[in-house]
């Protein structure tokens, strides 16, 4: 009798002749590029560094797509974007010491947002690791020790046999739910040392599922079944699993209106007639949540940002389906469900009981009356133009990336994202910088497709010098660039503080002409015309930066009440 784990993948003929008869000339760095090939990876981000140059010439000798950036942490955001927009782990290839050091805040942001991002990053030589001070450029005692508290996994390698097995390993780790990145770290002399290693001719790895618990499914099916006021938070756990339709169906069967959290923007529908749309950082929005007697959580945390500041206090029972087990029951009670969004909606729309309930409707057009009238109250017109604008220029199946500015906090509550997975920020992390290279990445991902990145005036100047990858690479990226002549939400956030605001103005560029310098078509528009120019810049191909000079104002929160 033949068993699983006594069945052997057999050679074919072409692998066994590349085995027998490896090209000449190969090294540790094309142990590294042909394991990601033969994982499935068709494109890598990065910046070459010394210690990194064997990994950076055998890409010549592969069919990898290189995209270089200029600022490792940059790279980091394009791989971020790229591994959201696919769902693939996205290969990033960095240097030793300052150059791996440089990317922590993009895998910081890669970690909140669940982002696929495989780092791989060189290493002093083999013979200066175990923490001592041998003086060696880039050297760190504990290089990885500075990933640790940041990335999913930590994969030293200290022989070439070692390596496609650790890549593999940390492939596995950062697609298995819930994704995020993962750090490899290869010494400088096993990257450059000849190989005696036969090509890597295979790969495939198998992450893990993460199936719900039946009798916690039965319990939850049983409670939202018989819920008087049943509720519904999805957050970015459902977008990344694709269970935005599953989402639908479990709504309408229960007739629980749904809030989407600003990582979860467009998982449900924004006008259907059960949408209590993104508007979190709301009261009314709050109460209605706090006033569900059964208030169902997929794939959010219930963090800052997901309960009004904390502020959101349920009154009801809370059923949270979360991939990240840290998340599960970190901020509420609740009958926690530890699984993948999509495989936990599933198993509740085998068991629910379908309910009527013909008020719920209209108690959701209710809580957005309120919210409309409150908003309408504060005089903010231009805002909610200016967003309306984005929002009409942009095609509806196109990408958007916003970066930390007084837009992106609009769009966060007020944008209407069309469909799943097509708006994302860096909510996660909140992190300056985020916007314009990770607008690229996903432009790297699908080149059909426009996409929009959204900074203010201080978060472009972290990303200005990736105008010259844009062009290099003829990436197809729409770049506005809101200026107010510096940190506005800071700006604000000082002034109702402390009366005045200190160290928020900043001495800009002309960002037209700057633009213009790297032989990208620079525009500067008005609020009148915003709508006109960003919509001709999208429809151009290759890159291209709108200016919209114009000082922006937040709605009044309501935490703080």
């Known amino acids: 009798m033949t068993h699983d784990h006594d069945l052997v993948l057999r050679p074919t003929a072409a692998q066994t002749e590349a085995a027998l008869n490896p090209p000449p000339g190969r090294n540790g760095g094309d142990l590294v590029v042909e394991t990601l090939a033969g994982l499935g990876a068709t494109t890598v981000f990065g910046l070459p560094g010394q210690h990194a140059l064997g990994m950076f010439d055998a890409l010549r000798r592969s069919d990898l797509r290189y995209i270089g950036l200029r600022v490792e942490n940059n790279a980091g955001f394009a791989a971020d974007a790229y591994g959201r927009i696919t769902g693939e782990a996205a290969p990033l290839l960095l240097s030793t010491g300052p150059g791996a050091l440089t990317s922590l805040a993009a895998l910081q942001e890669a970690r909140a947002a669940s982002a696929p991002v495989l780092a791989i990053s060189s290493q002093i030589p083999t013979a200066g690791l175990g923490g001592g001070r041998h003086g060696y450029l880039h050297e760190l005692p504990d290089q990885a020790a500075s990933f640790r508290g940041v990335v999913k996994s930590v994969h030293t390698v200290r022989t070439q046999s070692q390596i496609p097995s650790a890549i593999a390993e940390a492939w596995t780790s950062a697609l298995t739910v819930p994704h995020g990145p993962v750090w490899v770290e290869i010494p400088q002399d096993v990257l450059l040392s000849e190989t005696p290693i036969p090509v890597v001719t295979g790969g495939d790895t198998f992450p893990e599922e993460l199936p719900p618990r039946p009798e916690l499914t039965a319990v939850a099916a049983d409670l939202l079944s018989r819920a008087e006021r049943p509720a519904i938070i999805?957050?970015?756990?459902?977008?990344?699993?694709?269970?935005?339709?599953?989402?639908?169906?479990?709504?309408?069967?229960?007739?629980?209106?749904?809030?989407?959290?600003?990582?979860?923007?467009?998982?449900?529908?924004?006008?259907?007639?059960?949408?209590?749309?993104?508007?979190?950082?709301?009261?009314?929005?709050?109460?209605?949540?706090?006033?569900?007697?059964?208030?169902?959580?997929?794939?959010?945390?219930?963090?800052?940002?997901?309960?009004?500041?904390?502020?959101?206090?349920?009154?009801?029972?809370?059923?949270?389906?979360?991939?990240?087990?840290?998340?599960?029951?970190?901020?509420?009670?609740?009958?926690?469900?530890?699984?993948?969004?999509?495989?936990?909606?599933?198993?509740?729309?085998?068991?629910?009981?379908?309910?009527?309930?013909?008020?719920?409707?209209?108690?959701?057009?209710?809580?957005?009356?309120?919210?409309?009238?409150?908003?309408?109250?504060?005089?903010?017109?231009?805002?909610?133009?200016?967003?309306?604008?984005?929002?009409?220029?942009?095609?509806?199946?196109?990408?958007?990336?916003?970066?930390?500015?007084?837009?992106?906090?609009?769009?966060?509550?007020?944008?209407?994202?069309?469909?799943?997975?097509?708006?994302?920020?860096?909510?996660?992390?909140?992190?300056?910088?985020?916007?314009?290279?990770?607008?690229?990445?996903?432009?790297?991902?699908?080149?059909?497709?426009?996409?929009?990145?959204?900074?203010?005036?201080?978060?472009?100047?972290?990303?200005?010098?990736?105008?010259?990858?844009?062009?290099?690479?003829?990436?197809?990226?729409?770049?506005?660039?809101?200026?107010?002549?510096?940190?506005?939400?800071?700006?604000?956030?000082?002034?109702?503080?402390?009366?005045?605001?200190?160290?928020?103005?900043?001495?800009?560029?002309?960002?037209?002409?700057?633009?213009?310098?790297?032989?990208?078509?620079?525009?500067?528009?008005?609020?009148?015309?915003?709508e006109a120019d960003l919509a001709k810049a999208l429809a151009a191909p290759g890159p291209s930066v709108v200016v919209l000079p114009a000082v922006l104002r937040m709605f009044a929160p309501t935490h703080t009440e």
Request: hydrophobic residues 40%.
């Open 234 to 530: 999805a957050g970015g756990g459902v977008v990344r699993a694709d269970a935005s339709g599953k989402l639908r169906q479990l709504a309408e069967r229960l007739q629980a209106p749904v809030v989407t959290t600003f990582g979860g923007k467009g998982a449900f529908p924004w006008t259907h007639p059960l949408s209590l749309q993104s508007w979190l950082e709301d009261r009314h929005t709050t109460d209605f949540l706090e006033d569900a007697d059964v208030l169902l959580v997929v794939g959010s945390g219930l963090g800052e940002l997901s309960s009004n500041y904390h502020t959101f206090k349920p009154r009801g029972r809370v059923v949270q389906i979360e991939a990240d087990l840290g998340k599960l029951e970190s901020n509420h009670p609740a009958l926690g469900i530890h699984a993948d969004a999509r495989l936990a909606l599933q198993a509740l729309l085998e068991t629910v009981t379908d309910r009527t309930d013909p008020t719920a409707a209209d108690r959701v057009r209710e809580v957005l009356g309120k919210v409309r009238e409150r908003i309408g109250s504060q005089e903010l017109t231009l805002e909610q133009d200016v967003l309306a604008s984005v929002r009409a220029a942009l095609p509806s199946g196109a990408p958007s990336f916003w970066d930390m500015t007084i837009l992106a906090y609009w769009a966060w509550s007020a944008f209407d994202a069309k469909a799943p997975n097509t708006m994302h920020s860096a909510q996660g992390a909140g992190g300056l910088g985020y916007g314009f290279p990770a607008a690229l990445g996903a432009a790297a991902a699908d080149p059909t497709r426009p996409v929009l990145a959204v900074s203010g005036d201080g978060g472009a100047l972290y990303s200005i010098a990736e105008l010259a990858t844009a062009r290099q690479y003829d990436l197809n990226v729409t770049w506005l660039i809101v200026d107010d002549g510096g940190y506005g939400i800071l700006r604000e956030y000082m002034t109702d503080a402390f009366g005045q605001p200190t160290a928020t103005e900043l001495t800009r560029p002309d960002y037209v002409a700057l633009a213009e310098s790297f032989g990208v078509p620079g525009t500067r528009t008005s609020p009148e015309t915003l």
